[in-house]
């Protein structure tokens, strides 16, 4: 098995890596997903999250209001992103490990990448550094514009936005980049960069997903 950490800033473009990993035989398991899963309503994280916080980061329905949880997290003058990655990434990272180690005995061959904005900067992984998880890194990397664009995008989700909401966006975004600081790392990864169209992006894919089935089948994961 070859042990893979896809990593980038948010708006980067990873999850579209993981994707194009996905159609080329690779088996993704998504951080967000299993943080959301274990951020439901009646699980440990979730209860964590509610003492720490408040009662004010409980919607309606009674799930997490993940909008106020990320503007307390990543609040200007008063940043509290720590608070919470010490709750949610041990869970994470356990969860990680869990289904890395299911894949191992039932597909020992695989090509496991795993997608998280967080490889290097979380200071909370029960195994140490991401130098024992993962055998390759892959770091997705576009213009700080493009990322801001990107993320509006999402968060508008088809929607026309005012000015004053696309000025909120982008300034969330922006305060979200200055706490992930991946490109210091690059020089540990292979990186594949995300500022050309579609076409450009797929033959990277391909020229990195060659070199991994390499190293898989020399051996070079665990």
Known sequence: MLRVGLTGDLGSGKSTVARMLAERGAVVLSSDEMGRAL?????????????RFGEGVVAGDGTLDRH???ALAFDAAHPRVD???EIVHPAVLEEQAKQVA??????PHAIVVVESAL??????????????RFDRILLVEAPEEEK????????????TLTAEEREGFEADARRRLRVQ???????????????????QLEQQVDAVWKELKVAEAAGGGR
């Open 181 to 199: 600081h991946l490109t210091g790392y690059a020089g540990d990864c292979v990186v594949l960069h995300n500022d050309g169209d579609i076409e």
């Open 83 to 85: 608070e919470l990655n």
């Open 39 to 51: 951020m439901q309503p009646g699980q440990p994280v979730f209860a964590a999250i509610v003492a």
């Open 68 to 70: 106020r949880l990320a």
């Open 102 to 107: 299911e894949l191992s005995s039932t597909n």
């Open 148 to 159: 801001v664009a990107r993320f509006v995008d999402r968060i508008a989700a088809g929607r």
């Open 119 to 132: 490889i290097f900067s979380t200071t909370h992984a029960p195994e140490g550094t991401w130098r024992g």
